[in-house]
C-alpha cells in the first residue's frame, strides 16, 4: 500500500546529516565545535556570543553560513572545509540501508547543506559509496541553504529531477515544506515525528521504510 503512493517516484533525493546516518552518530556535536572556533576567530568574540550566534543565525537563516555570509561577508569555501574536517571513524556501515537504496528505481541523489567533499566521505563511511547518481551540497545552490525555495530550485535545475516525479526524505522539518509545494513526495526521518501538512510520511528507522517500499 505504501509503495503505491511512491509509485510515481522517479528520482529519490537524501539528506545527509541526521538522515543518512542516525542522530545517536552526533556528528553535529563535532561540527558545532568547530563552527563555534571559527566564529571566535574570525569575529573576535568569545564562545558564549558565538555559540549564542551560531544558533541565532541558524533559526533566522536555515544555516549559520548563511547568516555569516550574509551580515559578515565571509569566505563559505573556507568555512565548509574548516567545519566539516571532523572525525568521522566510530560511523559504521549499514548494509541495510544500503541494500534499501539500492533497491529504489529510478535515480538516487544526496543533496546537504554541507559540502559535496564532506558528504562524500559520510556517505563512504556509510558503505554506500557508488549507490547514488549525484551528491550536491550548499555549493550547488550558491550557498543558498535549505529551507530557501530557490536553493532546491538550483539543486534540482542542476539535476533535471522533475520535483512531482521525487520524493525528499529529510530531518528537519522545515527543510520538506518547499520540496511539498513543488510536488513532492515528502518523508521525515526522525525519533519523533512532526505534525505538519507539508509532510506526508514519518519514520524512525529509514532502512526499514525503503525495505516496505521495495517489498510492497
Do not use: C
Request: aromatic share 10%; glycine share 6%; charged share 25%.
Amino acid at each position: 500500500m505504501i509503495r503505491s503512493r511512491f509509485s510515481h517516484v522517479q528520482t529519490w533525493v537524501f539528506d545527509l546529516d541526521n538522515t543518512l546516518y542516525p542522530p545517536e552518530a552526533r556528528l553535529f556535536d563535532q561540527i558545532e565545535v568547530r563552527m563555534t572556533d571559527w566564529v571566535m576567530r574570525e569575529l573576535g568574540i568569545d564562545r558564549d556570543a558565538a555559540n549564542s550566534l551560531r544558533r541565532d543565525y541558524w533559526h533566522r537563516f536555515g544555516t549559520t553560513l548563511a547568516g555569516l555570509m550574509r551580515l559578515h561577508g565571509v569566505d563559505p569555501s573556507a568555512y565548509l572545509y574548516e567545519v566539516h574536517d571532523i572525525d568521522l571513524g566510530h560511523l559504521t556501515p549499514d548494509p541495510h540501508l544500503a541494500r534499501g537504496i539500492a533497491a529504489l528505481p529510478g535515480r538516487r541523489i544526496v543533496y546537504t547543506n554541507a559540502s559535496r567533499p564532506y558528504a562524500e566521505r559520510v556517505v563512504a563511511a556509510r558503505g554506500l559509496a557508488g549507490l547514488f547518481d549525484a551528491v550536491y551540497g550548499v555549493e550547488h545552490a550558491g550557498f543558498h541553504p535549505k529551507p530557501e525555495r530557490a536553493a532546491f530550485e538550483a539543486v534540482f535545475a542542476t539535476d533535471g529531477l522533475s520535483p512531482d516525479r521525487a520524493a525528499m526524505f529529510e530531518d528537519d522539518p522545515r527543510n520538506l515544506a518547499a520540496p511539498h509545494e513543488m510536488g513532492m513526495r515528502t518523508v521525515h526521518v526522525a525519533p519523533e515525528p512532526t505534525e505538519a501538512p507539508h509532510i506526508h510520511h514519518h519514520t524512525d528507522d529509514l532502512a526499514h521504510f525503503l525495505g516496505q517500499l521495495a517489498a510492497a
